[in-house]
């Protein structure tokens, strides 16, 4: 329990930073949309899609690779050694960092030209490859704050980077980009540029006053095992990363054209395009920064438990991990789909975004879910195993697109994200049910949160039917979604899906203290059974 209320209280400050970020990163989307139109929005989406294949050759796993070395050095009390650990991980960071820069300044003549087929991306394209160094490095410091547990200084450089970005860029955008989509897209760039270097200087900052204060000034003794441990751990993740990013970065490109196949003109395919990737997409997964945020501390928690061999534990875990995370994404789902028209008109009138927002709501429960199993994969080793169900996702959404885009057009991109998304987050799940040997348990985890929110928009529905004025616009929406999630939250706690054990499960969260029944659980053995089985118990879940 002690464990549970610090990943708990850490995840909350994340998720709070994360959802301060993601709002206004959502305004931000529907300032720029508004300001910059969609085929714009559709030539930085196909951008960012590069971009995002660099700057997996940046990272190359490395926030993986500190995050699990420096919890086990620490868990196997060998604090001494987490200096030596972190200026190898600062080599292996700034290596990879550079090279991808250098690669993608060298290839952005050639991608505009050839594969984006705009040249106007090609000035954006060589600024973004600033900004590939200074992430590969902070990939290194927040491993460290995970691993550690201060996930308040990840949190700041994040707030920080977040808000730094949006000025720079509205102040870009508003005196130098005009009308033109080529100014607009550098101004976006290079607001996200100068927001980087910033926030850049202060996760330094916080990295070297927090490794001096909390680790001894002898650097203890420098081994090339931990350099060949480093290596054995992000080796495998970049490798496949690769692979799935690269195939991630094609997809993006083949949809454009296979939309133009199918008879679009190059405007309305950038268009089409940039309505989903650029407005839906970010309104569908705006409530994950909750899933992001536990799921990233999940990762040394599982790895701990993994060196502790404490396998009752981490079937707790994933149990508690899968449990709340389908009551969270179903409930998000059927109110999306239940006010997707309402929040379309708000957010981006005039669009197709309310359509498509209706489209994917259905699949928010499944990318929540697969988010989530991917990080406690990760924690528990299997790393590797999850990078290959991700490469064969990009492969099969490759191959789909392919197909079904050019004979379809946006139906069939549709489609593929659907299938796509079902086959990863099946294997995934599989195999964590294989390691775990978890038990799910379907009724109270799928069944009563799908009833109840079918009830609970059904019932939100009525109410506002009986309320002349409740009026359509923002403050009108906001009050809507907040009458849906009562409901729900009502529904679910009616039903069963939320009980007792749950309940009073979450109210020790919030105890400044622990109970003298949690230091029990504390110290107990997972090989010795208690006699009396405790309220947290899998069997009681």
Known sequence: MKQAKQIFRDALLLTGAALLMRTVGVWFQIAISNRAGAEAMGLFSLMTGVYGFALTIATSGIHLGVTRMVTETVSRGRAERVPGLLRRAISFALFFGCLAAVLLVSSAGAISRYWIKDTRVLLSLRLFAITLPLLSLSSVF???????????????????????????????????AGSNTEKILIALVLGGVLAEILSFLLELVLY?????????????????????????????????????????????????????????????????????????????????????????????????????????????????????????????????????????????????????????????????????TDAMLKGLG??????????????????????????????????????????????????????????????????????????????????????????????????HLLLATGCYLLFVTLSGSVGKEERAWIRTLFRKSDSPTDAVKETTDDTAAPRTPPATSLKAD
């Open 142 to 176: 927040g491993g460290y704050f995970t691993a550690v547990r201060r996930s308040a200084k990840n949190a700041v450089g994040l707030v920080c980077e977040q808000g730094l970005r949006i000025g720079f860029c509205m102040y870009l955008l508003a005196f130098f």
């Open 208 to 372: 070297l006053t927090d490794r001096r204060k909390h680790f001894p000034k002898k650097q203890g003794v420098r081994s090339a095992a931990e350099g060949r441990e480093l290596i054995r751990i992000t080796l495998p993740v970049a490798l496949t990363t690769y692979a799935r990013s690269g195939l991630i970065t094609l997809e993006h490109i083949l949809i454009p054209e296979g939309l133009r196949n199918s008879g679009a003109t190059h405007t309305a395919a950038l268009a089409a395009y940039g309505s989903i990737q650029g407005m839906a997409l970010p309104v569908i997964l705006y409530p994950a920064a909750i899933i992001i945020s536990f799921s990233g501390l999940l990762i040394p928690a599982l790895a701990e438990c993994r060196v502790l061999e404490s396998r009752v534990r981490i079937r707790y875990m994933i149990s508690r991990v899968w449990h709340f995370s389908l009551l969270f994404s179903i409930g998000v789902a059927g109110i999306l789909v239940c006010f997707s028209g309402e929040i379309g008109a708000v957010l981006y009138p005039g669009t197709d975004t309310a359509k498509y927002l209706c489209i994917l709501a259905p699949l928010i429960p499944i990318m929540y879910v697969d988010t989530a």
């Open 382 to 479: 299997e790393q590797f195993r999850s990078m290959i169900i991700n490469i064969a996702d990009a492969a099969l959404s490759v191959i789909l697109v392919w197909i079904l885009v050019p004979r379809f057009g946006i139906t069939g991109y549709l489609v593929t994200i659907y299938i796509s998304e079902l086959f990863n987050t099946i294997l995934s799940v599989h195999r964590l049910l294989i390691v775990s040997k978890t038990t799910p348990k379907i009724v109270k985890w799928v069944y009563l949160p799908l009833l109840s929110v079918i009830g609970a928009s059904f019932a939100s529905r009525g109410i506002l039917s009986l309320l002349p004025n409740a009026g359509s616009g923002k403050l009108a929406v906001f009050f």
